[in-house]
């Protein structure tokens, strides 16, 4: 495992090159038990934070949006990947996308990470070198679900699958992955929403222009 800087600079990010191969898979198919309500359909500004995300990441040249078996979400451009895991958490998402994507990279991304920018998405991708997941660290915390993925890792997802372990990071570990560490403001984007005081939070600050 390697740990690098993340560099806050602009690297080259508005040169599309590094985009060949490249794909996105926002995710929304949680439980989302602690927010009391599916997160994916919170709604700022009169848009569902899904709708959101899938909007700032339509630059992918390929797109994927996961939805569980009882979800009916769908946005243009974006390919439906049901779960075919069900039960399995995050892990069994990411995998049934992977199932379906045959590019080098697929960022990943949690509906209920509406701080999450398209400056942010394209930074990630200038740093991934081949690795099987390139994972951020934002205030010491690793974001496996705001990560790049290879399908390479996929008979390891498999593999825990089927062993009853869903932890994201207990795979992760056993693929060769990086993490990179997110400093200074770019910490911000790796915020998510996980109860209601989380969203009052995140209203009262987007209504004080605080997030563009």
């Not at 379906?100 to 991934?128: K, T, W």
Request: aromatic share 10%; net charge negative; glycine share 10%.
């Amino acid at each position: 495992m390697n740990t690098t800087e993340h560099d806050p600079g602009e690297q080259n990010i508005l040169n599309g090159s590094f985009l060949q191969g490249t794909g996105v898979a926002v995710l929304v198919g949680g439980k989302s038990s602690r927010m009391g309500t599916d997160k994916a359909a919170l709604r700022f500004d009169d848009a569902p934070f899904y709708q959101i995300l899938c909007e700032r990441m339509s630059f992918f040249p390929e797109r994927f949006l996961s939805v569980n078996s009882f979800q009916n979400y769908s946005y243009p451009g974006y390919t439906l990947i049901r779960d075919e895991y069900p039960d399995t958490g995050p892990m069994g998402g990411i995998l049934s996308v992977l199932n379906h994507f045959h590019g080098r990279c697929l960022m990943v991304i949690a509906c209920d990470m509406p701080f999450f920018s398209e400056n942010e998405a394209r930074r990630l991708l200038e740093q991934y070198h081949g690795e099987d997941a390139l994972i951020p660290v934002a205030d010491g915390r690793w974001q496996p679900l705001c990560a790049l993925y290879s399908a390479s890792v996929s008979s390891l997802f498999l593999e825990n699958i089927r062993k009853g372990d869903y932890r994201l990071k207990n795979a992760v570990t056993g693929a060769d992955f990086r993490t990179v560490e997110i400093s200074g403001d770019h910490a911000g984007c790796y915020l998510n929403i996980n109860t209601p005081d989380d969203l009052k939070m995140y209203c009262e600050s987007r209504s004080g222009g605080k997030l563009g």
